[in-house]
C-alpha cells in the first residue's frame, strides 16, 4: 500500500523529462473505487458510536434518525448532494439507496450528476491521485485535479458535447433541471444500459432529481453550446420550475424527512419548499426528519454550516429529530447509510414514483 | 457595550410570559449598521500584516492582488458574493466598490441579492441577536435567524410578494437573472429611488448582476407565485442564457481577475466561463487574478475550499497572481476592499458599463 | 432513541422548579459507554475507504501505516492522547492496544490520563449529556460539561485528593510524571485492581505513561494541595526528567512510529525526541511512521494542524510513511484502531516493556 | 509585491542544482517584521465591526470586553499565548501590552517564549517563505518551516545552548518555569539590554511568565543536556511549582480577566486556577472578564475549541463579559490590542508587577 502513495508525485516529476501521453496514462492509472454497502454490517460499530460522545454520537443520532424515516411510513426521504461525492467513491452507495427504495427525490449540485454520475454511465473513470501534485504540470497534461482526484479532461469535454446532443434532441421549450435530467436518463438507458448511475438508477425507478442551478456544471457547458447553435429557439432551464416542482412534492407528501451531505444550494432549497407550500396557501408541516453530514460550522453565518436549529426559527425543520454530524463525508455517509441499510427498514418500504406524479400531470 | 451582550436572550426568555408583539419589538431594535471603509485608513495595518506570517500575510497579499487588479487597465473585474454577507453590514462596501468603478459584474447568492440587498431597499433591516437564542421561540415571533443575526419574516413576505409584482408587470418570455435583477434595479430606482442598495447602483452604474442559482432565495419564492398565478404563459429565469452571458463578457473582456467573498456556486460559475469561451471556439486567457476569502478548507474535496492552485489545474485560473484568505468575510473583506479603495487606482479606471453590452446586443 | 436526544435540557429547563438534587441524579443517568473494537470486524470497510477519495482514503492510508507499524519488527511505537478522549468513550480501545502489544508508550494531555482515566479507575463514571445545556445552572448543580458530555464535580475533586494522598505517601524528590503515574497504577492494582483502566494496564504491561503538561489536569490540583501542605520538602514533577526519558526510549530503539491522536503538547514532545537524541550525540533516525488524526488545519501556522511534512523540514518525521486523517477522533480512532487490531500483526508482536528500562536503571 | 510571492519556491527548484550554501541564504532573507499598534488608529473600523455580524461583531465585543479589563482598575489581567504567534510577527504587540501595563502575567507556550522570542533576542531572525516548499530539501539545508515561515536550524541549536548555558550557571535545585525563565531575562540584561523581547521586557516590568509545559520547547533540549552533563545534582522545573504560583496571583488579585489567543495548555492551566485556589480554602471569584481568538470549534470536545460558556460550567470562567473570536491570531490580536492601545484606558493604570510578589516571598 504504501509504495504507491507517492508514486503519482514521482511520476509528475518526471514529467517534465518524458513523454506527455505516456504520464498522462501512467497518472490515470488507479481508479478511484466506489464503496458497496451492501457487504458489510455496520450496526455494531454505529449502535457503540452512538454511546460514546462528540461526532461519534452525533453519528450514532443521525443513523438513527435516517432509520427512523425509513420506518415512518408517512415519510418521503430527500437526499441532498452537496461536494465531490461521486467523484470520491459514493456513487454505489446512493444507487443502492434508489434501488432499494431508500430516498424518494434528490437535490444535487450539478457536478455530482452530471460531471460525475452522467461522466462516469459514459465509461469514464475517476483516478486516484495526490493533493500534492503540480497543478500547472497538470493544466499541461490535460488533467482536472480534485483534492486527491484526478480527471480527464478530454473525456469531460466527451461530456459536455453529449449533454449539448441531448439538449438538441429535445423539443425546444423550457424544461425543469428535473426534466432534463430525465432525458439524460432514458438517454443512458438506451445507450448504456448497464452503467452503474444515479441518473440511470432514478430514471428506472422514478425518483426525481433536481439540480437547482443546472448550468454551474458540466451540464451548462453542453448547453451554451447548444443555445449559441440554436441562438432563437432552444432548450432552456427554467430554474422556478424546478423550486414549483419540488415544491409540489412537498405538498402532496406532508410528512418529509432530508438526509443532507455537505450544504450549498442543495440544503436551503429542500428547505424552502416548506415556506414555499404555504406561500401557495397549502399546508405543509416543517420536515418531520433532518440529519447533514459537514465540515461547516456555523460560526461563519453561512448556510452551509448553519445549523438545523436555525432552521427551525426559519419554519423550515422542526427541532425533534434533527441531527448535524460534523465529518467529512467519505468517512460518515457510508457509516450512516449502511447502518440503515442494514437495519432494514427498507424491506418494507414502498417506492414513491414521485417523477410519475409529474409524468401523469404533463 | 458590555451590557448589551446578554440583553436579546433575556427578552427572550421573558417572551413566554410577555405579550409576544412587544417582545417582537424589542428583539427587532439593534439595527445591524453597514461598515463604511471610505472614512478608515487601512494602508499601514494592511501593509504591516502583508510582512507578518499566516493569515495575516495572506491578507495582505490578497489585498495587494486586488489593488493590482485594478492598476491593470486591461482587466475586468468579477465580484463573487457567497454567505449572508449583506445582513452582516458589507452592503456599503459593495455599494461602494461600485460606485468607484471597483467591480464590473457581480455573481451571487440569491439571499445577498434579494433577500438581504433588495430586502432593505425595500426599507427593512437586519438586526442584532444572538446565536443562543431560542429557535423555537423565535418561530412563534415569526423571526428568522442568521447566527447573531434577525429578521422579521413578515417583512420577508412582503419581499417575496413584491418580486412576483415585478414578474407580473414582465414580458412573459425567458429571462436570465442578470436580466431579471435589472429589472428590479429598475424597480427601486423608480420607487425607492434613495435607497442604498447593490442592486440600485449596479443598475445606475451598469455593471451586471448574475445569480445562477436564481430561484434558491426569495426571488424563488415570488416567482413560484407568479408561475402559479400564470401557468401557461409566465416569466422564466433561463439559468443556461446566464452562463451564456457571463461567457460573453470573458469573450468581450479577455483579461479578468475575480474578487471572490466565499465559494459555492458563484466561485464556481464565475472560474467556467474560461472553459465555457475556449468550448465555444474562443480564446480565452486564464483567470489572471484571483483572491478568495473563505473559512473552507480544501480536505473535503469541495469546491468552496479548494486551492486556487486546483483551479490551475483545470484551466481556470492562473498561479502567478492567486491568494486564498483563511478568514471570516466580517473581518476581512472590509480590510482587503477598503486598502484597495484606500490605495485609489479607482481613480483613474474606467466604469465599464458591461450591462450596456447586453443592451445594445438586445 | 430519539426520545432520549432532548431529555437533558427539558430536566434542566426543569431545575429551576425541583429539588436540585435530584435532578443531579437524573442529568447524570446515562453513562458514557466505551467502544470495544475486538467485536466489530473493521476491515473491509477500511479497505474499502481506501479506495475511494478525500479523508476516507487518508483514513485507510494511514490505518494501513499503523498495521505497517505493528509488523515492523524493528519499530517502537508511542502513542499520543490529545483531547478528551477518554469520557468520550474511547478508554477500552487504549486499553485493547496495550494489552495486545500495539503501543510501546504513551505521552498524554493530563485530562486524558488522569482526570478521565484514573478518576473512572476510581469508580466514577461520565454521563451523556448534550452541547444545549445551561452552563450557569450547570455550575450551580456541580456538573461540568465537555461539549456533550456531563461529570460530577464533587466526584473529581475526591480524584484530586487521591492524587494527593498518593503524593503524600511517595518519598519527597523530584518524579517524572512517568514515575508518578507508575505510583498510581501500582495504586490502582492494590486498590481497583479490577478496574478498566489505562493507567492500571500501563503499569501492569510496563509500558510509560508521559505527561509533559502534569500540572495542567486533575493531578496539579492534588499536587498543589500536597506541596501547600509540605511547603519545604515534597514531591515535585520535573518535566526535563520526562523529556531526557523519552528520548533515552529513542535512543534504545531506534526505529519509531508515532500514532497521534489530536496535536498539542504530546504531538510537538514526541516529535522532539529525534532532535534531543541527535543534540546528546547519539544517533536517531526520524520518526519512520507517523499518523495523526486531527479536526485541526495547517492554515493558523499552530502546531496541532501543522502537516506531518512540515516535520520532516525539522528533521522529526519522514516523508515516506506518514498520514493526516481530517476527522474527530470518536469516529476515527475506532476505525484506524480497529482495523490492526483485526489485521493482527500484533499477535507475533514482542511486547517491549519499556518500563523496564528505566526500573532497570534506577 | 506579487512578483516576491513565488520567488522561494523558485528558489528550492533550483537547489537541486546550486550551492547549497547560497541557497540557504537566498531563502533566508526577507525576514518578518513585528507589527506595532502603536502608530495605528484602530478604533473607527473596530467600532464599525462591532455593529456589523458574525465575526466582525464578535470581535468587536471582545476588544469592548478587553479595555474593560483594562479599565477595571480591580482586574489583573493573564495573556495567554499559543500557537506560533511570535515568529508570525506579533512579538511587538506583547512587548508593548508588557510596556504600558497592559497584562500583568503571562502563560504561554515554550515556543513562543524560548524558541522564537528569546531566540530573537539572542540576534536570530524570522524569516517569509511559503506553504509549498518542498520539506525533504529544507531538512537537507537545514531550514525549519512553520506554515510559510522559515528558521536557521543552526541559530535554534545556539539558542538551545544558551539555555544549557544558563542552566549550568543557576544553583542546582528545583525551579518553576517562572523563575527560570526570570533567569533568562536576566540574561538578556546583561547580554543583549537593547533587544526587542517579551522575556526581556517581562524582566525589567515584573511581568511574570509561566510556561507550564517547559521542557516541550528549545528549553527542553538545553535542560536536557544541562542534566545528562549533570545527572546526580542539576536544575530541575517543577510544573506543579508553576501551578501553585499562578493560584498564589489568582488568591492575592481576586479580579481577574483572560486576553486567551489561541487554546492548549495555557487557556488550561490559566482557567484552572480559579478551582486550585478554591481547593486551598480560599475565596476565589470566576475569572470575570475572558476573550479568546481562535480557529477551534467545539465539535471535537477538545479544549482549544470549547466555548467559555463551557468553562463555566467547571466554575472557572463567569458568563457576564466573554467573547471568542474565530480568527486567526494575525488578523484578529493586531486589531483587539490594537484597540484597547488606542482607547487609553492603560494610561491611569498601575503596573501591578506581580513578579515581586514572588521575590519578597522567597
Known amino acids: 500500500m504504501s509504495k504507491t502513495t507517492m508514486t503519482n508525485e514521482s511520476i509528475l516529476t518526471a514529467a517534465a523529462k518524458d513523454n506527455v501521453a505516456a504520464n498522462k496514462k501512467t497518472l490515470l492509472s488507479k481508479e478511484v473505487k466506489h464503496l458497496d454497502i451492501t457487504d458489510i454490517n455496520f450496526v455494531p460499530l454505529v449502535d457503540a458510536m452512538r454511546d460514546t460522545a462528540f461526532q461519534g454520537r452525533n453519528l450514532g443520532r443521525a443513523a438513527d434518525i435516517y432509520h427512523q424515516m425509513l420506518d415512518d411510513s408517512e415519510c418521503a426521504i430527500i437526499l441532498c448532494l452537496a461536494g465531490s461525492l ?4 459514493l ?62 479532461e478530454d ?65 451548462g457547458f453542453g448547453l451554451v453550446m447548444h443555445q449559441v447553435k440554436n441562438p432563437h429557439k432552444h432548450v432552456s432551464i427554467d430554474s422556478v420550475k424546478d423550486f414549483r416542482e419540488l415544491t409540489q412534492l412537498k405538498i402532496k407528501n406532508k410528512e418529509t424527512g432530508l438526509f443532507m451531505i455537505g450544504g450549498g444550494v442543495p440544503k436551503n432549497f429542500a428547505q ?80 414513491r414514483q414521485l417523477s410519475r406524479f409529474f409524468i401523469d400531470n404533463e
Chains 1, 2, 3, 4 share one sequence.
Not at 273 to 302: C, F, S
Open 155 to 219: 473525456a469531460l469535454r466527451i461530456c459536455d458535447h453529449t449533454v449539448c446532443e441531448i439538449a438538441d434532441s429535445l423539443a425546444h421549450r423550457a424544461y425543469s433541471s428535473r426534466e432534463f435530467i430525465q432525458a439524460m436518463g432514458k438517454f443512458l438507458s438506451e445507450k448504456h444500459a448497464k452503467a452503474e448511475s444515479i441518473v440511470l438508477s432514478a430514471y428506472q425507478k422514478n425518483v426525481p432529481i433536481f439540480v437547482p442551478a443546472f448550468s454551474d456544471c458540466s451540464a
Open 272 to 351: 424552502d419548499i416548506v415556506v414555499a407550500a404555504e406561500l401557495l396557501g397549502e399546508e405543509a408541516p416543517l420536515h418531520k426528519y433532518a440529519i447533514q453530514i459537514t465540515v461547516a460550522d456555523e460560526r461563519d453565518g453561512a448556510l452551509s454550516g448553519s445549523t438545523l436549529r436555525e432552521a427551525c426559527s426559519w419554519g423550515k425543520v422542526s427541532m425533534v429529530h434533527e441531527q448535524m454530524v460534523f465529518c467529512e463525508a467519505t468517512i460518515a455517509m457510508p457509516l450512516i447509510a449502511g447502518y440503515a441499510y442494514n437495519k432494514g427498514a427498507w424491506k418494507k418500504r414502498q417506492a
Open 91 to 152: 456513487k454505489k452507495i446512493v444507487v443502492d439507496l434508489i434501488n432499494h427504495n431508500m430516498v424518494d427525490a434528490i437535490v444535487s449540485t450539478g457536478a455530482n450528476i452530471v460531471d460525475q454520475d452522467f461522466f462516469e454511465a459514459l465509461g469514464f473513470k475517476h483516478y486516484q491521485g495526490s493533493p500534492w501534485l503540480n497543478d500547472d504540470q497538470l493544466q499541461k497534461l490535460a488533467i482536472d485535479r480534485i483534492y486527491d482526484t484526478l480527471i480527464d
Open 86 to 89: 461521486i467523484s470520491a467513491g
